[in-house]
């Protein structure tokens, strides 16, 4: 059993489009994130959602929006896709406000803008 | 989250035992260790966290310094398999949901 995983592994489309990229975790955790990781493998967390509180980190355009249908899940949605949002992005869970705040991330979804 | 410093690489040989050094001088008191590895097209993996005392696990362990201000990741017997990058991040207690400050990591490379 996958504990966070991602759909699709790979996604190809064209700028302008929209998108969204599923994450499911089964580990029960309450805390969900999702993290980029550009051309020079720097990984930069986005989001992170935790009982209906979505933290944003500033610097994440608003073409990008995070949907949670429910505790396991957080899907990432991409408006207006551009150039530049190619990049690997990486889903992860945790539990919030405990000594072991292990994170467990998915295997991670490459995005290509052409 | 504080900051952490790292090499940008090391090398070492297959079944040798390998020390990742990570200073962290600003460490606040309630600031935990955490060290998670990236291998080849994988999502990050968590390793081991530690406060104060050293910590063993099935997949290294970590030795912190009296002062805390630095530490060091001990993979025992490396093997091929442990060639990835290795981010040493600090994270407070209730480090919650504002998730993980990941820097550039230490890339390893295990030589047969």
């Known amino acids: 059993d996958t504990a966070v995983s991602q759909t699709p592994k790979y996604l190809v489309t064209q700028m302008g489009n929209d998108k969204s990229i599923k994450c499911e975790q089964n580990?029960?955790?309450?805390?969900m994130y999702w993290y980029k990781q550009d051309s020079k493998k720097f990984l930069k967390i986005m989001f992170s959602?935790?009982?209906?509180?979505?933290?944003i980190n500033e610097t994440v355009p608003n073409r990008f929006s995070p949907k949670s249908p429910d505790k396991a899940h957080l899907n990432l949605h991409i408006n207006s896709l551009e150039l530049g949002d190619s990049a690997v992005y990486f889903c992860a869970s945790s539990r919030k406000g405990a000594r072991n705040t292990e994170a467990f991330f998915g295997q991670g979804t490459r995005l290509t803008v052409v | 989250d504080a900051k952490t410093t790292q090499p940008n690489s090391m090398e070492s040989n297959e079944e040798e035992p390998v020390h990742l050094p990570c200073n962290h001088s600003?460490?606040?008191?309630?600031?935990?260790i955490h060290w998670y590895r990236q291998l080849p097209s994988q999502g990050p993996e968590y390793v081991i966290h530690?406060?104060?005392s050293n910590v063993n696990n099935r997949m290294a362990s970590l030795a912190i310094a009296e002062d805390r201000k630095s530490s060091t990741l001990i993979l025992h017997r490396a093997t091929l398999r442990d060639a990835a990058v290795y981010y040493c991040i600090l994270r407070d207690e209730w480090g919650g949901a504002d998730g993980l400050t990941f820097g550039k990591g230490t890339h390893l490379i295990i030589q047969p």
């Open positions: 600003t460490i606040s008191g309630t600031d935990y």
């Open positions: 580990l029960g955790h309450d805390t």
């Open positions: 530690g406060l104060t």
């Open positions: 959602y935790n009982n209906k509180e979505l933290i």
